[in-house]
């Protein structure tokens, strides 16, 4: 597997509050990116980032900001958590050019 | 705006049977193009890629797929399925470093 871990891998969170979801990647790739899970929408990009300090737009970047102040780290926060965003969180990894993106296991997010 | 569309939410097949996913994009100019894999309860996994040259690419576990650039499609095949390729299955589209996804086909094989 490549080198790309998530965490926390489970929370749990009360409406209202903040939440930061860490992606570390020991890969030096310069694509990173963030996704929510959702049955019958499949994988939605929220953010990405092509290098350090240098972030764009998903399709539903609505409620979430994110930092990358080293090629290794991703942070994608949800500045005050609501319901809709109860999901399974995934960052991926990819290097320059055309190549695959690879995944990390995932994080399971419950609002409540 | 960017899209990615699987046409099949739901595909049921028994074994043996010979599978065609189907994938549309929206994206003019190049484009790089890919097929995932999700076993229950596990992360994504490549099947196979397109980033130039002979429009039929093979993948792993007997699976192949066709770029049709004038239908903008990029449909997943496989001869003969077995209970054990039941799995999520993504259409993914890279253009300029973003990477888009299609809702993703469920597929159920049969014993």
């Known amino acids: 597997d490549a080198g790309i871990t998530q965490s926390p891998r489970h929370k749990v969170t009360e409406t209202g509050t903040p939440v930061t979801l860490r992606c570390h990647q020991t890969?030096?790739?310069?694509?990173m990116y963030w996704y929510r899970q959702d049955p019958g929408h499949g994988l939605r990009l929220i953010h990405y980032?092509?290098?350090?300090?240098?972030?764009d737009k998903g399709e539903v970047s609505d409620g979430y900001s994110v930092s990358r102040s080293k090629t290794e780290d991703f942070l994608l926060t949800l500045e005050s958590a609501t319901s809709s965003q109860t999901s399974v969180y995934f960052c991926?990894?990819?290097?320059?050019?055309?190549?695959?993106?690879?995944f990390g296991q995932g994080t399971r997010l419950t609002v409540v | 705006a960017q899209s990615v569309s699987q046409h099949n939410h739901h595909v049921i097949l028994s074994e043996a049977a010979s599978l065609e996913l189907g994938c549309n994009y929206s994206?003019?100019?190049?484009?790089?193009l890919f097929w995932y894999v999700q076993y229950p309860g596990q992360h994504l996994q490549l099947l196979l890629k397109?980033?130039?040259?002979?429009?039929l690419v093979k993948g792993i576990k007997g699976f192949e797929a066709e770029f049709i650039k004038s239908k903008f499609s990029f449909n997943l095949r496989k001869p003969s399925v077995q209970w054990s390729d039941t799995a999520e299955y993504f259409c993914?589209?890279?253009?300029?470093?973003?990477?888009?996804f299609g809702q993703g086909t469920e597929l159920s094989v049969k014993p």
């Open positions: 991926a990894i990819r290097g320059s050019g055309a190549g695959e993106a690879f």
């Open positions: 890969e030096n790739h310069r694509y």
């Open positions: 980032s092509y290098g350090v300090k240098d972030t």
């Open positions: 994206y003019g100019g190049t484009v790089n």
């Open positions: 397109y980033f130039s040259g002979d429009p």
């Open positions: 993914a589209v890279n253009q300029g470093g973003k990477l888009i």
